[in-house]
């Protein structure tokens, strides 16, 4: 179950009254590539894509957190009955289907990180897991190259993983096989979408 967009709309002013950030910006540009795309697959239903993604990040609406913001997230969706908006709070930091890929700090207790990783392991992707991932990699604040966007967080972070480089880029591939388009034509990429310091998110 997912919320309508009005109310998924007002769930994100919400949290960014509650934690303003640059967060809450990038989970509009990530909802509206994955309105985008789902719209070019022809398959896929746009409207719960948008919604999926305006909310994936939903859990930073508890403060400034790193894994924590996946588990807040997906409880929080959990109490208020969207389960397919839960598993996408998880799903969208792990497109290699492992908790040891996550970049950023381990800020959760061991049985939380063992719950979250328990969840992830019984998970079998769909096609929107997929898309929001893809979706995420290519969006700041505003669209931007998927690899100048993994390396502006290997810079922050100090490493980024090279399978989940590697799964990243192939989910682009895939995606622009199913539209049979490239994907920044899809999106509304302009020449001027760089990863700057406010696509922190």
Same mark, same amino acid.
Request: net charge negative; aromatic share 8%; proline share 2%.
């Given at each position: ?18 934690? /303003? ?15 985008? =795309? ?7 239903? /746009?409207? @719960? ?11 930073? @609406?508890?403060?400034?957190?790193? #894994?924590?913001? =996946? ?26 289907? @492992? ?5 950023? &700090?381990?800020? =959760?207790? $061991?049985? %939380?990180? *063992? $719950?979250?990783?328990?969840? +992830?392991? &019984? #998970? ?5 897991? +997929?898309?929001? %991932? ?12 998927? $690899? ?5 967080? @290997? ?5 980024? /993983? ?5 799964? !990243?880029?192939?989910? &682009?591939?895939?995606? *622009?096989?199913? #539209? %049979?388009? !490239?994907?920044? $034509? ?16």
């Amino acid at each position: 179950m997912i919320p309508t967009r009005d109310r998924a709309e007002e769930l994100l002013r919400d949290g960014e009254a509650c934690n /303003p950030g640059a967060w809450a910006d990038h989970s509009r540009a990530v909802a509206m590539c994955a309105q985008r =795309i789902a719209a070019a697959c022809g398959d896929m239903d /746009p409207e @719960k894509a948008y919604v999926l993604g305006l909310l994936h990040d939903i859990g930073r @609406k508890f403060g400034v957190k790193h #894994m924590g913001h =996946i588990y807040d997230g997906y409880h929080y969706m959990m109490k208020l009955g969207y389960d397919e908006a839960a598993r996408i709070c998880l799903s969208h930091s792990f497109s290699i289907q @492992k908790l040891e890929d996550y970049i950023g &700090k381990w800020d =959760i207790t $061991e049985e %939380q990180q *063992e $719950e979250l990783r328990t969840l +992830l392991e &019984k #998970m079998e992707y769909d096609m929107y897991d +997929l898309l929001i %991932q893809v979706c995420d990699s290519l969006a700041g604040t505003q669209v931007v190259d998927m $690899e100048e966007r993994m390396e502006d967080v @290997k810079r922050r972070y100090g490493g980024y /993983p090279q399978d989940k480089w590697d799964r !990243n880029l192939e989910l &682009k591939s895939c995606f *622009e096989h199913k #539209m %049979q388009r !490239n994907i920044y $034509e899809v999106v509304g990429k302009t020449a001027s979408g760089t990863c700057t310091e406010a696509s922190k998110a």
